[in-house]
Protein backbone atom coordinates (compact mmCIF):
# COMPACT_ATOMS: atom_id res chain seq x y z
CA UNK A 1 0.00 0.00 0.00
CA UNK A 2 0.91 3.62 0.14
CA UNK A 3 2.46 4.77 3.23
CA UNK A 4 5.38 6.94 4.50
CA UNK A 5 6.75 6.96 7.79
CA UNK A 6 9.28 8.26 9.72
CA UNK A 7 11.34 5.89 11.96
CA UNK A 8 11.43 8.27 14.89
CA UNK A 9 8.83 10.79 15.84
CA UNK A 10 11.17 13.45 18.25
CA UNK A 11 14.96 14.15 17.51
CA UNK A 12 16.38 16.47 20.25
CA UNK A 13 20.07 17.67 19.63
CA UNK A 14 22.27 20.38 20.60
CA UNK A 15 23.25 23.76 18.51
CA UNK A 16 25.65 23.00 16.00
CA UNK A 17 25.26 19.43 15.94
CA UNK A 18 24.84 17.50 12.79
CA UNK A 19 21.00 16.32 12.74
CA UNK A 20 19.96 13.40 10.75
CA UNK A 21 16.11 12.66 10.26
CA UNK A 22 14.90 9.46 8.50
CA UNK A 23 12.04 8.27 6.71
CA UNK A 24 10.45 4.70 5.42
CA UNK A 25 8.84 4.34 2.15
CA UNK A 26 6.15 1.65 0.78
CA UNK A 27 5.92 2.29 -2.44
CA UNK A 28 8.93 0.94 -4.55
CA UNK A 29 7.24 2.78 -7.60
CA UNK A 30 7.92 6.13 -6.61
CA UNK A 31 9.55 8.49 -8.06
CA UNK A 32 9.96 11.83 -6.54
CA UNK A 33 10.40 12.76 -2.83
CA UNK A 34 10.29 15.91 -0.76
CA UNK A 35 11.38 17.15 2.76
CA UNK A 36 9.33 19.64 4.28
CA UNK A 37 9.79 21.78 7.35
CA UNK A 38 6.78 22.65 9.08
CA UNK A 39 6.95 25.45 12.04
CA UNK A 40 5.03 26.13 14.67
CA UNK A 41 1.46 27.86 13.15
CA UNK A 42 2.82 27.80 9.31
CA UNK A 43 2.47 25.61 6.45
CA UNK A 44 4.78 22.82 5.33
CA UNK A 45 7.59 24.76 4.13
CA UNK A 46 10.04 23.28 0.58
CA UNK A 47 13.27 21.94 1.86
CA UNK A 48 14.90 19.89 -0.82
CA UNK A 49 13.55 17.29 -3.48
CA UNK A 50 15.23 14.28 -5.14
CA UNK A 51 14.43 12.20 -7.93
CA UNK A 52 14.97 8.14 -8.03
CA UNK A 53 17.80 8.51 -10.78
CA UNK A 54 20.08 9.91 -7.92
CA UNK A 55 21.15 8.95 -4.74
CA UNK A 56 21.68 12.07 -3.19
CA UNK A 57 21.48 16.02 -3.44
CA UNK A 58 22.73 19.10 -1.19
CA UNK A 59 21.46 22.02 -0.51
CA UNK A 60 22.35 25.09 2.02
CA UNK A 61 23.46 22.76 4.69
CA UNK A 62 20.79 20.21 4.21
CA UNK A 63 21.20 16.76 2.28
CA UNK A 64 19.07 14.47 1.40
CA UNK A 65 20.38 10.16 0.48
CA UNK A 66 17.62 8.07 -0.91
CA UNK A 67 18.61 4.66 -0.41
CA UNK A 68 15.96 2.72 -3.31
CA UNK A 69 17.23 -0.53 -2.41
CA UNK A 70 15.85 -0.48 1.24
CA UNK A 71 13.22 2.30 -0.06
CA UNK A 72 15.04 4.67 2.97
CA UNK A 73 15.30 8.42 2.61
CA UNK A 74 17.07 11.02 5.03
CA UNK A 75 17.45 14.23 5.43
CA UNK A 76 20.77 15.52 6.91
CA UNK A 77 21.23 18.93 8.53
CA UNK A 78 24.54 20.45 9.22
CA UNK A 79 25.56 22.75 11.77
CA UNK A 80 21.90 22.18 13.09
CA UNK A 81 20.64 26.06 14.77
CA UNK A 82 17.85 27.04 16.85
CA UNK A 83 15.64 28.11 14.03
CA UNK A 84 16.07 24.51 12.86
CA UNK A 85 13.23 23.52 15.40
CA UNK A 86 10.62 22.13 13.78
CA UNK A 87 8.37 19.18 12.27
CA UNK A 88 9.85 17.68 9.26
CA UNK A 89 8.20 15.34 6.83
CA UNK A 90 9.21 13.38 4.00
CA UNK A 91 6.53 13.14 0.86
CA UNK A 92 6.26 10.92 -1.78
CA UNK A 93 4.55 10.77 -4.89
CA UNK A 94 1.72 8.20 -4.91
CA UNK A 95 1.11 5.32 -6.80
CA UNK A 96 -0.95 7.10 -9.45
CA UNK A 97 1.95 9.93 -9.77
CA UNK A 98 -0.29 12.54 -8.84
CA UNK A 99 -0.81 14.24 -5.69
CA UNK A 100 2.19 13.99 -2.75
CA UNK A 101 1.76 11.15 0.49
CA UNK A 102 2.99 12.45 3.60
CA UNK A 103 4.66 11.11 6.33
CA UNK A 104 3.28 12.02 10.47
CA UNK A 105 6.50 14.21 10.65
CA UNK A 106 9.34 14.16 12.90
CA UNK A 107 9.55 16.83 15.94
CA UNK A 108 13.15 18.39 16.20
CA UNK A 109 14.13 20.44 18.82
CA UNK A 110 17.51 22.06 18.77
CA UNK A 111 18.75 23.81 22.02
CA UNK A 112 21.09 25.71 22.79
CA UNK B 1 4.87 36.58 -5.64
CA UNK B 2 2.82 36.32 -1.93
CA UNK B 3 2.84 32.73 -2.12
CA UNK B 4 -0.63 30.99 -1.56
CA UNK B 5 -3.05 32.85 0.29
CA UNK B 6 -5.37 31.16 2.23
CA UNK B 7 -8.54 33.24 4.43
CA UNK B 8 -9.45 33.27 7.07
CA UNK B 9 -6.62 32.56 8.95
CA UNK B 10 -9.13 31.45 11.69
CA UNK B 11 -12.38 30.11 12.01
CA UNK B 12 -14.17 29.64 15.28
CA UNK B 13 -18.13 28.51 14.49
CA UNK B 14 -20.63 25.91 16.08
CA UNK B 15 -21.80 23.12 14.92
CA UNK B 16 -23.96 22.72 11.98
CA UNK B 17 -22.98 26.16 10.94
CA UNK B 18 -21.67 26.60 6.85
CA UNK B 19 -17.88 26.94 6.75
CA UNK B 20 -16.43 28.43 3.17
CA UNK B 21 -12.70 28.39 3.18
CA UNK B 22 -10.64 30.59 0.35
CA UNK B 23 -7.39 29.92 -1.34
CA UNK B 24 -5.46 31.98 -4.19
CA UNK B 25 -2.63 29.52 -5.43
CA UNK B 26 0.08 31.00 -7.14
CA UNK B 27 -0.01 32.38 -10.60
CA UNK B 28 0.53 30.24 -13.34
CA UNK B 29 0.10 26.98 -10.78
CA UNK B 30 -2.02 24.68 -13.01
CA UNK B 31 -2.87 22.65 -9.61
CA UNK B 32 -4.07 23.29 -6.52
CA UNK B 33 -4.49 20.67 -3.59
CA UNK B 34 -6.90 20.90 -0.60
CA UNK B 35 -5.20 19.22 2.42
CA UNK B 36 -6.30 18.75 6.12
CA UNK B 37 -3.84 18.33 9.35
CA UNK B 38 -4.45 16.77 12.77
CA UNK B 39 -2.58 15.26 15.16
CA UNK B 40 -4.16 12.12 14.82
CA UNK B 41 -3.99 11.72 11.22
CA UNK B 42 -1.57 13.91 10.12
CA UNK B 43 -1.25 15.82 6.15
CA UNK B 44 -4.27 14.41 4.32
CA UNK B 45 -4.78 15.07 0.66
CA UNK B 46 -8.80 15.88 0.06
CA UNK B 47 -9.01 17.06 -3.51
CA UNK B 48 -6.77 18.42 -6.17
CA UNK B 49 -7.40 20.41 -9.12
CA UNK B 50 -5.72 20.28 -12.71
CA UNK B 51 -6.84 23.84 -14.60
CA UNK B 52 -9.51 23.75 -12.27
CA UNK B 53 -11.57 20.53 -13.06
CA UNK B 54 -11.64 18.31 -10.07
CA UNK B 55 -9.22 15.45 -10.69
CA UNK B 56 -9.16 12.93 -7.71
CA UNK B 57 -11.52 13.86 -4.45
CA UNK B 58 -11.19 10.25 -3.19
CA UNK B 59 -10.21 12.51 0.29
CA UNK B 60 -12.88 14.05 0.64
CA UNK B 61 -14.11 12.95 3.67
CA UNK B 62 -18.55 13.18 3.51
CA UNK B 63 -21.09 14.84 1.33
CA UNK B 64 -20.87 17.41 3.87
CA UNK B 65 -17.25 18.60 2.05
CA UNK B 66 -17.05 20.20 -1.49
CA UNK B 67 -14.85 22.08 -3.39
CA UNK B 68 -14.58 24.49 -6.34
CA UNK B 69 -12.56 26.28 -8.19
CA UNK B 70 -14.34 28.64 -10.42
CA UNK B 71 -11.21 30.06 -12.56
CA UNK B 72 -7.30 30.04 -12.01
CA UNK B 73 -6.81 32.28 -9.02
CA UNK B 74 -9.19 31.41 -6.46
CA UNK B 75 -10.81 28.20 -5.00
CA UNK B 76 -13.19 27.31 -2.09
CA UNK B 77 -13.73 24.08 0.31
CA UNK B 78 -17.03 24.52 1.82
CA UNK B 79 -18.62 21.96 5.06
CA UNK B 80 -22.06 22.50 5.40
CA UNK B 81 -22.77 21.55 8.06
CA UNK B 82 -19.78 21.49 9.83
CA UNK B 83 -19.25 19.22 12.98
CA UNK B 84 -17.00 19.19 15.81
CA UNK B 85 -14.67 16.78 14.23
CA UNK B 86 -13.77 18.78 11.34
CA UNK B 87 -12.08 20.76 13.96
CA UNK B 88 -8.40 20.85 11.93
CA UNK B 89 -6.12 22.99 10.23
CA UNK B 90 -7.00 23.26 6.48
CA UNK B 91 -4.21 24.19 3.99
CA UNK B 92 -3.79 24.80 0.24
CA UNK B 93 -0.97 24.13 -2.01
CA UNK B 94 -0.52 24.54 -5.70
CA UNK B 95 2.19 23.55 -8.22
CA UNK B 96 3.29 23.60 -11.50
CA UNK B 97 3.02 19.50 -12.10
CA UNK B 98 1.86 17.24 -9.96
CA UNK B 99 5.47 15.75 -9.85
CA UNK B 100 6.79 19.25 -9.14
CA UNK B 101 7.10 20.71 -5.27
CA UNK B 102 3.73 21.87 -4.24
CA UNK B 103 4.19 25.52 -2.03
CA UNK B 104 1.52 25.67 0.90
CA UNK B 105 -0.19 28.61 2.22
CA UNK B 106 -0.45 29.76 5.54
CA UNK B 107 -3.27 27.13 6.48
CA UNK B 108 -6.57 28.15 7.77
CA UNK B 109 -7.44 26.83 11.76
CA UNK B 110 -10.98 25.49 11.84
CA UNK B 111 -12.73 24.72 15.50
CA UNK B 112 -16.24 23.66 15.14
CA UNK B 113 -17.98 24.07 18.52
Known amino acids: GESVGLHLPTLSVQEGDNSIINCAYSNSASDYFIWYKQESGKGPQFIIDIRSNMDKRQGQRVTVLLNKTVKHLSLQIAATQPGDSAVYFC???????????FGKGTTLSVSS | DAGVIQSPRHEVTEMGQEVTLRCKPI?????LFWYRQTMMRGLELLIY????????DSGMPEDRFSAKMPNASFSTLKIQPSEPRDSAVYFC???????????FGPGTRLLVL
Open chain 2, 93 to 103: ASSLETSETQY
Open chain 2, 49 to 56: FNNNVPID
Open chain 1, 91 to 101: AEINQAGTALI
Open chain 2, 27 to 31: SGHDY
